[in-house]
């Protein structure tokens, strides 16, 4: 089964911290995303990977970073923290482009900013 | 843009069969998908259809796909209290980079004993 491990299920930080959200799949799949989910505004892209080092922004890239130094591993970054980056944050990852097996997503990391 | 519409809430009574439609605009799209969110957790692949396909069945799931009007529904069969959760549409859009999946802000199924 193809896995998808979030590091955190929840999390409680304060306005203006740096936070560090892990992502961590063990298919080997080329591609990653960050998503954030909030009520009535469904699944937003924040930034997404399709190769080690390589980034591309999503829809909503302001207020923060991604890293993906190794290719099982896709980091997103809140370089300072505000109580609107409250909200459920998705990764996924994928195989390739118009694969039949769509996403692989994490159970998710649900973080509050205080 | 690509946009994919769905509404946002279906209320079922057990037993019954539930609907759930979605339209869609990218044409190109090759495959659609819908996953399935419960409570907390995070989106689950619950079947998808090729575009070239009408009908997919696989035990209480039935797909529809209408490459014409662009419409997509995913019908639940003796819909059960284990299958209330969010559903997400989603099609395999090539207008952004990778052939990135545009999703639905999610249809929420709660089912009435």
């Known amino acids: 089964d193809v896995k998808v491990t979030q590091s955190s299920r929840y999390l409680v930080k304060r306005t203006g911290e740096k936070v560090f959200l892990e992502c961590v799949q063990d298919?080997?799949?080329?591609?990653m995303f960050w998503y954030r989910q909030d009520p009535g505004l469904g699944l937003r892209l924040i930034y997404f990977s399709y190769d080690v080092k390589m980034k591309e922004k999503g829809d909503i890239p302001e207020g923060y970073s991604v890293s993906r130094e190794k290719k099982e591993r896709f980091s997103l970054i809140l370089e300072s923290a505000s109580t609107n980056q409250t909200s459920m944050y998705l990764c996924?990852?994928?195989?390739?482009?118009?694969?039949?097996?769509?996403?692989?997503f994490g159970s998710g990391t649900r973080l509050t900013v205080v | 843009g690509e946009d994919v519409e769905q509404s946002l809430f279906l209320s079922v009574r057990e037993g019954d069969s539930s609907v759930i439609n979605c339209t869609y605009t990218d044409s190109s799209s090759t495959y659609l998908y819908w996953y399935k969110q419960e409570p907390g957790a995070g989106l689950q692949l619950l079947t998808y259809?090729?575009?070239?396909?009408d009908m997919k069945q696989d035990q209480r799931l039935t797909v529809l796909l209408n490459k014409k009007d662009k419409h997509l529904s995913l019908r639940i069969a003796d819909t059960q209290t284990g299958d209330s959760a969010i559903y997400f549409c989603?099609?395999?859009?090539?207008?952004?980079?990778?052939?990135?999946?545009?999703f639905g802000k999610g249809t929420k199924l709660s089912v009435k004993p």
């Open positions: 259809i090729f575009s070239n396909m």
């Open positions: 996924a990852s994928s195989l390739s482009a118009g694969s039949n097996y769509g996403y692989t």
């Open positions: 989603a099609e395999n859009s090539y207008g952004g980079s990778q052939g990135n999946l545009i």
């Open positions: 298919m080997d799949h080329e591609n």
